[in-house]
């Protein structure tokens, strides 16, 4: 079955430089969500998208941007990166309408911030 | 605003030893409950989803049970292996639009 796809897997940055995260979503999925984990942490909702609308935001610094395409796909963009930004970022994806409501994650994109 | 609390924060026990973890959430109005594994740097597999309409839900050798009105959640592990270390967590739904509050997880080592 298919699953979420990240890309890229790893990502090294230099502080205040641009970085751009992409996501696939199960095909038939209306919804994308972007969590970042930090070191140890728990997963923490930044902002999520439901037919191609912003849905719901959370705590996503506003150097962060992200928008859902036509083709259901998402872009997270990060720009002047600190090294605080350092952390595994999942996508995941679910289809709001239905019953079951499963949200399934990618495997994630590690960001290093140097 | 939900706060979603998990215990023990880590947990060592032998192989064959049937094991429970625990979930707690303030916000008794969910939506729905998630558990998820996580192996060490790698993304997190959904285990088992209980609506809140739901008491319990069964996969192989989990079990994950929901009581919405005390805002507790356990995942039953039967019968441990070595292979199901990994660090467990559990999320909430709490609102309309999807997304999920979570634990900060239960990290299980399961010895030979």
């Known amino acids: 079955a298919a699953g979420v796809i990240q890309s890229p897997r790893h990502l090294i940055k230099e502080k205040r430089e641009t970085a751009t995260l992409k996501c696939y979503p199960i095909p038939r999925h209306d919804t994308v969500y972007w969590y970042q984990q930090g070191p140890g942490q728990d997963p923490q909702f930044l902002i999520s998208?439901?037919?191609?609308?912003?849905?719901d935001k959370g705590s996503i610094p506003d150097r962060f941007s992200a928008q859902q395409f036509s083709d259901y796909h998402s872009e997270l963009n990060m720009s002047s990166l600190e090294l605080g930004d350092s952390a595994l970022y999942f996508c995941a994806s679910s289809s709001l309408g239905r019953e079951t409501d499963t949200q399934y994650f990618g495997p994630g994109t590690r960001l290093t911030v140097l | 605003k939900q706060e979603v609390t998990q215990i023990p924060a880590a947990l060592s026990v032998p192989e064959g030893e049937n094991l429970v973890l625990n979930c707690s959430f303030t916000?008794?109005?969910?939506?729905?409950l998630q558990w998820f594994r996580q192996d060490p740097g790698k993304g997190l597999t959904s285990l088992l989803l209980?609506?809140?309409?739901?008491r319990e839900q069964t996969s192989g050798r989990l079990n994950a049970s929901l009581d919405k009105s005390s805002g507790r959640s356990t995942l039953y592990i039967a019968a441990s292996q070595p292979g199901d270390s990994a660090t467990y967590l559990c999320a909430v739904r709490s609102g309309n639009t999807g997304k999920l509050i979570f634990g900060q997880g239960t990290t299980l080592q399961v010895k030979p």
């Open positions: 916000d008794s109005a969910i939506y729905n």
């Open positions: 209980i609506q809140s309409s739901q």
């Open positions: 998208f439901y037919e191609k609308m912003q849905s």
